[in-house]
């Protein structure tokens, strides 16, 4: 029972991760029906932007851990979110006309040079977070221990989806870009302009996306830079569980694939930790394509 | 016409004759640029010419290449005697996978076939059943031998992994210019039409994968032959997505295109050594670019000619 509740608490903390990620899929395909495969390296360049700030600024040591992390978080969410409107100006926008599967080798394309630009700028060795970041005292839940870490980072993630929920939901430009994914071209004749929802989309995506690698560093403590593909594949079979398009699917795939994943590799097998994921979303293609709760995906035979 | 052909020829025996000059290293190169422009000819197929958004083709690279290296060092089966089993293994092995998946959508697929690809390399590096050796691999494959000739150095690799690019070459340009290549030809630009021109879509997406998957295990005998020592880290996704960038960057559906794909990517980062670590980089940089600028790769296809069909019979007209 113990072995459970730990794993569960990984899994809930590892999924809440995912759950940021596929945020940033699933809302580029909601608008620009586009896998934007950059993503997961957007993930990794907030995480190496959240180490090299935490080092050269030492934050956290002036205004103390829990304001420190907070200050660090926003200002790796506004960098990661100004690469990503670069991203998508440079490698997206020229394309918003063309054949569909154009754009995705340019996806393709411009994942590979962000995280080749990554390896070339940091070096292709494994870095390390300093591990006296935040306080090591564990919470004590009835007989289990969990260390501060996690609970913060699934508290920090559960309060941005619920802002993001609330944002999309009740917000004017909230129901802009809902509109602008239901139709573009209804929602351009409504005087919504799309150009700005799908720049406002690029900016939100990549900047829950960076926040989710610093909070990868701040969890595991060693980051590299080919870490942002696994993150991204999984964080997409998240939100291909949820239901593609669909925002509370991604939150929901996410925590559910991180603990599929936790509880196979406790209980299955740890080698093939990494292969659940992917069997994971074999298996929902060929059984639900439309996931738990979303749109439709696959073409009839 | 006869020029045409004099500036086919030349090129050719000039090539044929190169490792006669060249020393063993620039000959290797070669023969890595034969090998990828075997692949980039099986995947050319699937991707190029059905539009089906494969990126782990090394998953079909890699189960030729293990079956022939299990057979080989388990039963002392000859390896070029093993192709044919090879492209069974590989062809079975797609059969299995794409069945179900085939119907997805573009990008899916795509997403799909990483999937794939990744599972095999770690159902490798977990040495399932026990046969794949693990992170190790397995070593001591036999040297090919033709007719009795041992093939040991790259001088005679050259010629039998540039001769089996040319059975490749031969058989798919025949492939193209078929039925079948034209019924993918047509469902890659309307699936909707070609199904309603009686083209059954999902059994030609299947045969076309299989066929493409069949011919990349083959391409893995042959691999698994020349470096006698074979382990997962040959068959990564970046493996998958070098097939597909030299597919993209060559020419989509164009043969030429594909062998130009294939020295561009495996020449290039050996002419420019020092920038070995950015090569990566700059493939990327080219994808978004190419995509933009010149969709079609830097070689592409050329449009199909029929013959007139205005014109009366017995003038050109079969």
């Known amino acids: 029972m113990e072995v459970f509740l730990q794993q569960l608490t990984n899994g809930l903390a590892v999924g809440s991760i995912y759950a940021l990620i596929a945020l940033g899929y699933t809302m580029v395909y909601g608008v620009l029906k586009l896998i934007n495969f950059a993503h997961g390296d957007l993930f990794t360049i907030g995480s190496y932007l959240g180490l090299t700030l935490l080092t050269s600024l030492a934050l956290t040591g002036r205004l103390g851990a829990l ?9 790796v969410m506004g960098l990661v979110a100004l690469i990503g409107a670069l991203l998508e100006r440079t490698a997206y926008r020229p394309l918003r006309q063309s054949p569909r599967l154009s754009a995705v080798v340019s996806a393709l394309g411009a994942s590979i040079f ?25 919470l004590d839940l009835f007989g289990l221990y969990i260390p501060l870490v996690k609970v913060l980072v699934l508290v920090a993630a559960l309060v941005m989806m619920m802002a993001l929920y609330l944002f999309i939901q009740k917000t004017k430009l909230g129901t802009a870009i809902r509109a602008a994914a239901i139709d573009q071209g209804a929602a351009r004749l409504m005087g919504i302009d799309v150009d700005r929802v799908i720049l406002i989309v690029f900016l939100i995506g990549p900047a829950l996306g960076g926040v989710a690698g610093l909070m990868v560093g701040l969890l595991y403590g060693q980051i590299n830079f080919t870490m942002g593909w696994v993150y991204g594949l999984k964080a997409f079979t998240a939100a291909i569980l949820g239901g593609i398009g669909n925002i509370p699917g ?5 925590i559910l694939l991180g603990v599929i994943e ?14 659940i994921a992917f069997c994971v979303l074999i298996g929902i293609l060929i059984v639900r394509p439309t996931g738990l709760l979303g749109e439709r995906v696959a073409e009839k035979v | ?86 492209a069974l293994s590989s062809g079975i092995f797609a059969a299995v996978i794409a069945r179900p998946i085939i119907h997805l959508r573009g990008d899916y697929l795509c997403i799909v076939t990483i999937g794939v690809g990744e599972i095999v390399r770690i159902a490798l590096l977990n040495n399932v059943f026990g046969i794949t050796g693990g992170v190790n691999g397995i070593v001591g494959i036999d040297r090919p031998s033709v007719f009795g000739i041992a093939i040991r150095n790259p ?60 011919w990349a295990g083959m391409a893995g005998d042959i691999f698994a032959a020349k470096m006698t020592v074979i382990s997962p880290e040959s068959f990564s996704f970046w493996e998958s997505v070098l097939m597909f960038t030299l597919i993209i960057l060559g020419g989509s559906g164009s043969i030429p295109g594909v062998i130009l794909g ?21 493939f990327g940089a080219a994808m978004v670019v190419m995509m933009i600028f010149r969709t079609g790769g830097i070689l592409p296809p050329r449009p199909r000619t029929y013959p007139d069909i205005d014109a009366p019979v017995g003038e050109g007209r079969p």
């Not at chain 2, 492939?175 to 030609?204: K, M, T």
């Open chain 1, 250 to 254: 991604a939150m929901v795939g996410g």
């Open chain 2, 1 to 86: 016409m006869k020029r045409t052909l004099l500036m086919f020829i030349a090129p050719t025996a000039l090539f044929l004759l190169s490792p006669l000059v060249l020393n063993p290293y620039w000959v290797d190169v070669l023969n890595n640029v034969g090998l990828y422009a075997i692949l980039g000819l099986s995947l050319n197929l699937i991707v190029g010419h059905a539009g089906l958004f494969n990126l782990g083709h090394a998953a079909f690279y890699a189960v030729g290449a293990y079956t022939a290296a299990v057979l080989n060092t388990r039963f002392h089966v000859p390896v070029l005697w093993l192709l044919p089993l090879c």
């Open chain 1, 262 to 275: 936790a509880l196979g590799a406790a209980y299955l097998s740890i080698a093939w930790k990494d292969a």
């Open chain 1, 67 to 75: 304001a420190g992390i907070l200050c660090l978080a926003l200002m």
């Open chain 1, 114 to 138: 962000l995280q080749n630009a990554v390896m070339l700028i940091y070096g292709a060795r494994f870095q390390v977070y300093p591990h006296d970041i935040l306080p090591k005292m564990p």
């Open chain 2, 262 to 282: 294939a020295f561009l990517i495996t020449g290039l980062p050996e002419v420019f050594r020092e920038f070995a670590n950015a090569r990566l980089l700059v």
């Open chain 2, 155 to 214: 001088h005679e690799f050259f010629y039998l992994i540039w001769g089996f690019a040319a059975i490749t070459v031969f058989f798919f340009h025949r492939l193209e210019n078929s039925r079948f290549g034209r019924a993918l030809n047509y469902l890659r630009e309307d699936e909707v039409a070609a199904e309603g021109s009686g083209i059954n879509v999902a059994h030609y997406k299947l045969a076309c994968f299989i066929l493409g998957a069949a």
